[in-house]
């Protein structure tokens, strides 16, 4: 998986500013740039190359089945999380790579969310840990302040938590908001961030299911909506989720209570 991101974001450099261009309407129902396009066939193509037999589950081809095997792996592809950062410019945007024994999030067994602008990584295998790049990483579950978080603010929700703002602030809460879900979840766990907070179920099961795995191999406490519910999704194009995950308990109880 790391090859294979590695091969597509030297594609993306490649094309300079002509993959910032709009080419339609990709399987997940998002606007799609060429970047996106090009970026997905370059890991589908090295992994014909590699395999005798998958599924593919990406933002632009849906669900293709490669091969005639009968036991197959599921690699489910977000080629660029965080399209509006590669479409300007502005860091981080990532390609997300995850592998599944089935079509559920609990059969997930390894996972890479690769910054294209900085060639770093997270990455985990399922019992083995997460790491950034060679580094074993670690959620420390103890207090620090201010706590510094990032959230999402999306165009339908930025007036409502625009009001709440002054509610965090007097938490001793510093708010970010980086525009890649998966990374943002990756600094998590790295305890760089304190808190990703996506609650409004605008995120696809593609965008995230990589950094889950790292999430749960780092020992981060998550979940995918605002009420605890089983972390066993269906990987999907139809279903919309959130996504929230923090380093404190403590801290997760702030933040509910103020969304």
Same mark, same amino acid.
């Given at each position: ?10 594609? !993306? *450099? ?26 997905? &066939? ?16 990406? &933002? ?6 490669v091969g005639k095997g009968e036991k197959q792996k599921y690699f489910i592809i977000d080629p660029i999380d965080g399209s509006n950062n590669y479409r300007i410019g502005l860091s981080p945007y990532t390609i997300s790579i995850a592998v599944?024994?089935? *079509?559920?999030?609990?059969? =997930?067994?390894?996972? =890479? ?23 074993? =990483? ?21 007036? *409502? ?41 605008? !995120?696809?099961v593609i965008d995230i299911a990589a950094a889950s795995i790292i999430l749960k191999e780092s020992n981060t406490s998550f979940r995918f909506s605002l009420k605890e519910k089983d972390k066993n999704l269906e990987i999907s194009f139809d279903? *919309? ?9 403590? !801290? ?6 103020? !969304?």
């Amino acid at each position: 998986m790391l090859e294979a991101a590695e091969l597509a974001s030297e594609k !993306l *450099r490649q094309l300079g500013d002509e993959g910032k261009k709009y080419s339609g309407i990709g399987a997940s129902g998002d606007v799609s740039l060429v970047g996106d396009r090009i970026s997905e &066939e370059s890991i589908i193509n090295y992994l014909k190359d590699s395999l005798d037999s998958f599924v593919i589950v990406s &933002e632009e081809k849906g669900f293709l089945k490669v091969g005639k095997g009968e036991k197959q792996k599921y690699f489910i592809i977000d080629p660029i999380d965080g399209s509006n950062n590669y479409r300007i410019g502005l860091s981080p945007y990532t390609i997300s790579i995850a592998v599944s024994s089935s *079509r559920f999030m609990n059969d =997930i067994y390894s996972g =890479i969310v690769y910054d294209i602008s900085t060639g770093r990584y997270f990455w985990a295998e399922k019992n083995n840990g997460a790491y950034f790049l060679k580094n074993r =990483i670690y959620t420390c579950k103890y207090e620090k302040k201010p706590y510094v978080i990032s959230i999402n603010f999306s165009n339908s929700e930025a007036g *409502r938590l625009a009001s709440s703002l002054k509610e965090y602030l007097k938490n001793n809460i510093k708010i970010r908001s980086l525009g890649s879900a998966s990374w943002e979840a990756c600094l998590v766990a790295n305890n760089v961030l304190d808190a990703f907070i996506e609650a409004w179920n605008h !995120l696809r099961v593609i965008d995230i299911a990589a950094a889950s795995i790292i999430l749960k191999e780092s020992n981060t406490s998550f979940r995918f909506s605002l009420k605890e519910k089983d972390k066993n999704l269906e990987i999907s194009f139809d279903k *919309r989720i959130s996504l929230l995950a923090f380093t404190s308990q403590k !801290l997760m109880q702030i933040i509910l209570s103020l !969304l």
